[in-house]
């Protein structure tokens, strides 16, 4: 196979030694191996060569010091990418991380042990990448659970976070802020900006209830349609904060979902693609859930739909 070499960092092309065969008299023979194109390697291997899907789980060594891209990948993108490269992340969080050549290898370095820091990445925990060209890697964490974290705990890459402004507050006020701040911050979050202001958004804020109520803009892409993120403090001030099962009313109908609590947070998963499917729901529709019973956990759901589209 023929390496392809990554230009932008100006190193030389590796020449691949012929394969060497032992001949009757003893003595090694030279057995030509004919080049292959990197583009007749995708056809061959019926891969999409505009998009990749890569993943990775953490192990001690590469945790704050070097991770090495995968060779097949390098063989077949190397020549697409950049000496720095992009990192994006479901919450629109945006790195920059340095490529090193070593070795005949390719190695994630500069930016990389910061990035493990900044979203406490630890042994097991798993990253899913996904090439579509121009040096840009979408980002997707998972924690030893495979539970995609919640990045809404974590702050912009270079942003400190100021005070909490809740010190003080009572446990139910506490939740009722967090609610509102979750719901206007979720404009910030993933492909959450792209909604502020529709239709389904604007009756979602405004819509009253007489219980503790979290609202939510849905993303049901391939990515997102097995979980939907909870507010942590808002279910630990009104559900029990463990797993279980959770009924969701929609009108006179109801479905049963699981609640997971792990170590990334709370979230919807077992249950969750039914109900999407069940009630026709979109990317950019909006929910408003409604705690109408703790234990066992019941909400009722009210849906706007994003009919800005």
């Known amino acids: 196979m023929v390496w392809r070499p990554f230009r932008t960092i100006g190193e030389e092309k590796r020449k691949v030694s012929p394969a060497r065969k032992v001949g009757q008299n003893g003595v090694d023979s030279v057995q030509p191996q004919p080049e292959k194109h990197w583009q007749y390697d995708i056809a061959e291997s019926g891969e999409n060569p505009s998009s990749f899907d890569l993943g990775e789980v953490l192990q001690p060594h590469n945790l704050f010091e070097l991770l090495a891209l995968p060779p097949k990948f390098v063989r077949l993108q190397g020549h697409t990418l950049a000496e720095t490269v992009s990192f994006v992340l479901p919450c629109s969080h945006k790195w920059k991380i340095g490529l090193?050549?070593?070795d005949g290898k390719l190695y994630l370095k500069e930016g990389w042990p910061e990035f493990v820091k900044h979203y406490q990445l630890s042994y097991g925990y798993m990253l899913k990448f996904t090439y579509g060209g121009r040096s840009k890697f979408n980002t997707s964490i998972y924690d030893t659970s495979t539970c995609e974290i919640d990045y809404t705990r974590f702050s912009s890459p270079n942003f400190t976070r100021e005070k909490s402004d809740?010190?003080?507050m009572s446990k139910k006020a506490k939740a009722e802020n967090h609610t509102?701040?979750?719901?206007?911050?979720?404009r910030h979050v993933g492909a959450y900006n792209t909604y502020e202001g529709t239709k389904a958004y604007e009756e979602a804020s405004r819509f009253p209830?007489?219980?503790p109520v979290f609202r939510r803009i849905l993303r049901t892409d391939k990515c997102h349609r097995y979980k939907q993120q909870l507010p942590e403090q808002f279910i630990r001030s009104y559900l029990e904060p463990k797993t279980q099962q959770v009924t969701l009313k929609v009108g006179t109908k109801q479905w049963t979902v699981t609640l997971l609590n792990c170590s990334s947070g709370f979230s919807f998963c077992a249950g969750w693609s039914k109900f999407l499917a069940a009630n026709s729901l979109c990317?950019?529709?909006?929910?408003v859930f409604e705690v109408l019973k703790r234990k066992p956990a019941k909400l009722r759901v009210t849906i706007f739909r994003n009919d800005d589209v």
Do not use: R
């Open 283 to 287: 990317t950019g529709d909006a929910c």
């Open 100 to 102: 090193v050549s070593k």
């Open 209 to 211: 209830s007489k219980h």
């Open 180 to 186: 509102t701040k979750n719901w206007k911050q979720s």
């Open 166 to 168: 809740t010190e003080g």
